[in-house]
């Protein structure tokens, strides 16, 4: 993770932030097949700039998932074909959460 910077007598301040979720357990039992559901893993990109107009005025812009990161659930099964019972995974859902952007005014007194 990459934090918020500003060096020292200059206006504008940078930030990134990359966060990462490793594959993981979402349902132990779901109703239908008695299996458990897993989401894949996932990363995210965020940034922010910021500019100062003056020491009581404030500029700043913001971007969430800069990335439009696809998440994915799995759904365990089991092949009844394979004599050892082999655990498969096929896809189950997709979801696509939009980036977004905000742009913000700080004033202070």
Same mark, same amino acid.
């Given at each position: *993770?990459?934090?918020?910077?500003?060096?020292? !007598?200059? =206006?504008?301040?940078?930030?990134?932030?990359?966060?990462?979720?490793? +594959?993981?357990?979402?349902?132990?039992?779901?109703?239908?097949?008695?299996?458990? #559901?897993? @989401?894949?893993?996932?990363?995210?990109?965020?940034?922010?700039?910021?500019?100062?107009?003056? $020491? !009581?005025? +404030?500029?700043?812009? +913001?971007?969430?998932?800069?990335?439009?990161?696809?998440?994915?659930?799995?759904? @365990?099964?089991?092949?009844?074909?394979? =004599?050892?019972? $082999?655990?498969? /995974?096929?896809?189950?859902?997709? /979801?696509?959460?939009?980036?977004? /952007? #905000?742009?913000?005014?700080?004033?202070? *007194?």
């Amino acid at each position: *993770m990459v934090g918020l910077y500003a060096l020292p !007598n200059f =206006p504008i301040s940078l930030g990134l932030a990359y966060s990462w979720r490793s +594959e993981y357990l979402v349902t132990a039992i779901p109703s239908w097949n008695q299996l458990p #559901t897993w @989401q894949r893993a996932a990363g995210w990109l965020d940034g922010s700039i910021r500019y100062s107009v003056n $020491k !009581n005025f +404030e500029l700043s812009l +913001e971007g969430s998932n800069l990335l439009s990161t696809k998440t994915v659930t799995l759904e @365990q099964l089991t092949d009844a074909k394979s =004599p050892e019972k $082999k655990i498969i /995974f096929a896809n189950n859902s997709w /979801f696509r959460q939009d980036r977004r /952007f #905000t742009f913000g005014l700080r004033w202070k *007194m």
